[in-house]
């Protein structure tokens, strides 16, 4: 959370790569794909809209490419998302720490028709979401640090270029294609003080339903896509005297089991900066 | 000073807030999420017209309407026919909420329902197998549900299917209307007025059932081209009877005569599709060399496969496979002439407008790409085109035989114009715009066969050339659907402009002898 007024901001750029993807439950290669890159920059900002509600945005620019084959990348502005979240509740444990439960409510839209379908090279899949989301974060005395949410991701129906399509044993007459909710969690834990953070992470999708991709087809936007992505996260301050408040972010994960996704490596990082616009005494 | 109970209050006003918020937004995202459909809707069909001289009409493989004889009838006053009026209304007594809705579904057009049925069959079984330790197994009918299942059904075995079972339920329908007229039994809730009729009038003679043709000349083609659709494919043929034998339309010996007639009718189109030239359209490896061997010495790039591990070329040979209106040499008569040669400015030039087309795509072009893909997973161009006459033929209150009549016409050209297209793409051996050019890189999956022509602007062409004489006030639609299902190939990066031009040109063509075909059907 940043207090009342500030902004936390910044681009963060993330590079994601998988030469193995799940078609379905098979791990496999595909020599007509090779790797499949996609680079992320997100620019993000928090806002302190009071000290307890925070509101959060996200816009990223994404470009993809295969590093085999025909087909040829996209890119392009994916959907932007905001997110409000609540400090609800703090508890002071009185030798151990602070726990805190943020309910938290967020959605996205895509910001332009960008064609989503052509997977896996569209830089997304065209849905509207939106998904309440719980956190809950212990911060000890001495630095240690844990954080745990989770989230249930409601999405709207996608409208497609075509009149038909077949996925999940089935051909569907029309162009509108529902989209399987989601179910998603992460934890984190390490250490947080000083300003800096250093934790493992571990987030895991589930979709609730939709189609596996057939063998030697290509994924289908409404495919039951699930992930466990295991890795880590270091927040580490830049001592700037002109610059007070500049971090530098960096995270990385494996995406080490899923199902028609890619098995990915994940790199992001990147610089935020958070800036106190006017500072109000304490009521 | 804040009490507690303020706080309270203030994180209850924020749940409040939070929750009517999120059910709002969450309401509104899941009101558009609507079912989507998986059928036509399709109205009940009443027919403009009985069309009861249809046993006449022009028949396609059979030698007319009395091939497969249908014996007379039991007279209406017969005790096994009046028991089978007593069970009709005996059923009718009770039924159930899902026999109602399968009376509902079947009662918009058995000939539509089964082109819906064709196309998820078609679309079920459109993936090309998958490397194993850098070759491809090939599909083995012998053996349809090993991996790779039997069939690959891509755009030249999807063509042939759809023809098959359009025109043997096309022939099968005009002789049973021919038995129809010529024995005139009536429908049961004719012959007893306690039965209800719960499907629409046809004005239709009730033997042998129509429904009944249908379901006989489908169940049989279908489980041969596409055996690990069995399940499907049984159990719409036990719906349409139950439907059609709880509506009042047909007894049971109006079915068990339709269905043995559509049977046998089945039976004669498979005896020739056995020997049809389909077995041996995949060729060999040596057969895929000379291809290539007859390019160069023709001092040409030849075709070869982008795909990693490459993949033995599409079906090469089924431009020797027999077509329905187009003799062997129709089709090498109808060659479109050479492509530029692939050393040539004129080629260079062509590869440089895929490139520009691509490059410079517009979002209206893009969606074109995508609406035309009709790539693997898919229902293919054939089955495309079996879509966009559908709402055709069931606005048009088309009868039964005049329906099938219409996708009998339609897929006769799509089959005839895979032929001939194939038989070009052969004999030209072109390589694609991304194999001239490397820089070329695709917005569709590129197909695995050689460019020149383009299919989807033959099959087009072809498609779009039939529909516009059956339905002549369309307005122009179906030939700008073509020009556009055309045009989407360059968009995507997948064809040259001298593939398009020729393929419609060459469709064109083919469709023609459909459209001569049908002129003198004795239909119109």
Redesign the interface.
């Known amino acids: 959370m940043v207090t009342k007024s500030a902004v936390l901001s910044g681009t963060l750029y993330t590079h994601d790569a998988w030469d193995h993807y799940w078609e379905g439950t098979n791990n496999r290669t595909n020599g007509n794909l090779g790797t499949v890159t996609t680079q992320t920059l997100d620019f993000n900002a928090v806002y302190g809209f009071k000290n307890r509600i925070n509101v959060l945005g996200t816009v990223p620019f994404i470009w993809t490419q295969a590093s085999q084959g025909v087909l040829h990348g996209q890119k392009g502005f994916q959907d932007i998302s905001l997110a409000v979240k609540y400090e609800l509740i703090r508890w002071q444990l009185r030798q151990w720490g602070t726990v805190r439960v943020f309910p938290v409510v967020s959605g996205s839209i895509p910001l332009n028709n960008y064609e989503p379908d052509f997977q896996p090279m569209s830089v997304g899949l065209h849905a509207k979401t939106i998904a309440p989301r719980t956190t809950v974060n212990f911060q000890g005395l001495h630095g240690l640090y844990g954080n745990g949410s989770a989230a249930y991701v409601f999405r709207s129906n996608v409208t497609l270029d075509r009149n038909y399509y077949y996925t999940n044993g089935q051909l569907y007459l029309s162009n509108q294609v529902a989209m399987p909710n989601q179910f998603v969690y992460s934890v984190a834990a390490g250490y947080m003080g000083r300003g800096m953070m250093f934790v493992g992470t571990f987030a895991e999708q589930q979709t609730r339903g939709g189609g596996d991709i057939r063998p030697q087809d290509l994924p289908f936007i409404s495919n039951r896509m699930n992930s466990s992505k295991a890795g880590g996260a270091a927040v580490i301050p830049i001592p700037l005297h002109l610059l007070h408040g500049l971090q530098y972010w960096f995270m990385y994960s494996n995406t080490f089991d899923g199902r028609n996704v890619g098995q990915s490596n994940t790199f992001t990082s990147g610089l935020m900066y958070q800036i106190q616009f006017h500072r109000r005494s304490a009521q | 000073m804040?009490s507690p109970s303020n706080d309270f209050q203030r994180?209850m006003r924020?749940?409040l807030i939070?929750g009517v918020?999120?059910m709002g937004?969450?309401l509104m995202?899941?009101g558009?999420?609507?079912?989507?459909?998986?059928?036509?809707p399709l109205l009940p069909l009443t027919p403009a017209s009985t069309d009861s001289n249809a046993g006449t009409w022009k028949m396609i493989v059979l030698t007319g309407p009395t091939q497969i004889t249908v014996a007379a009838p039991a007279v209406a006053s017969d005790p096994g026919y009046q028991a089978e009026l007593t069970s009709i209304l005996n059923e009718q007594g009770h039924l159930t909420d899902s026999e109602r809705s399968l009376i509902t579904y079947w009662s918009g057009s058995g000939v539509l329902r089964w082109n819906?049925i064709l196309?998820?069959l078609v679309?079920?079984n459109?993936?090309?197998?998958?490397?194993v330790n850098g070759t491809y197994p090939a599909p083995d009918p012998n053996n349809p549900f090993d991996?790779?299942t039997y069939p690959f059904s891509n755009p030249p075995y999807a063509a042939r299917a759809y023809s098959y079972v359009s025109i043997a339920q096309y022939d099968a329908l005009k002789a049973a209307w021919y038995y129809k007229f010529l024995y005139n039994r009536a429908q049961p809730f004719q012959n007893n007025t306690k039965i209800q009729l719960l499907m629409s009038a046809t004005g239709l003679p009730s033997y042998p059932s129509e429904d009944a043709v249908e379901a006989g000349v489908n169940s049989t083609l279908l489980a041969k081209l596409f055996p690990t659709g069995i399940n499907l494919i049984s159990n719409t043929a036990s719906e349409q009877q139950e439907a059609v034998l709880l509506s009042g339309k047909a007894s049971s010996s109006d079915w068990t005569a339709g269905f043995a007639l559509g049977q046998a009718v089945a039976t004669a189109f498979l005896a020739r599709a056995n020997n049809d030239g389909m077995k041996s359209a995949a060729g060999n490896p040596a057969e895929w060399a000379q291809l290539a061997a007859n390019a160069t010495a023709q001092g040409q790039i030849p075709w070869i496969s982008?795909?990693?591990?490459p993949r033995p070329p599409m079906l090469p040979l089924f431009g020797q496979v027999q077509a329905w209106m187009l003799s062997p040499s129709n089709v090498s008569n109808l060659l479109a002439p050479p492509p530029p040669s692939t050393s040539s400015p004129q080629m260079q030039q062509e590869a440089a407008a895929v490139k520009s087309a691509?490059e410079n795509i517009t979002?209206d072009q893009?969606?074109?790409?995508?609406?035309?893909?009709d790539g693997?997973?898919?229902?293919t161009p054939p089955g495309?085109w079996n879509?966009i006459a559908v709402p055709y033929i069931s606005n048009a209150k088309f009868s039964e035989v005049r329906a099938a009549r219409t996708l009998a016409l339609v897929n006769m050209a799509l089959h005839d114009s895979a032929i001939e297209c194939w038989y070009t793409k052969y004999n030209y051996f072109n390589p694609r715009p991304?194999q001239l050019d490397p820089s070329?890189?695709?917005?569709?999956?590129?197909p695995n066969f050689p460019s020149y022509v383009s299919g989807h602007s033959e099959f087009s062409a072809a498609a779009s050339d039939v529909l516009d004489y059956v339905f002549p006030s369309n307005g122009g639609y179906f030939d700008a659907q073509a020009q556009e299902a055309a045009m989407s190939r360059l968009y995507g990066?997948i064809h040259y402009p001298s593939d398009i031009k020729y393929g419609l040109t060459q469709g064109k063509q083919v469709g023609d002898f459909t459209v001569n075909f049908a002129k003198a059907d004795g239909a119109n």
Do not use: M
Request: include cysteine; proline fraction near 11%; hydrophobic fraction near 40%.
């Open positions: 804040k994180s924020f749940a939070f918020t999120f937004i969450a995202i899941s558009c999420a609507k079912s989507i459909p998986s059928s036509e819906e196309r998820n679309a079920a459109d993936l090309p197998p998958e490397p991996i790779p982008q795909e990693t591990p691509v979002r893009l969606a074109t790409v995508y609406k035309w893909n693997a997973n898919s229902v495309h879509a991304s070329i890189k695709v917005l569709i999956p590129l990066g």
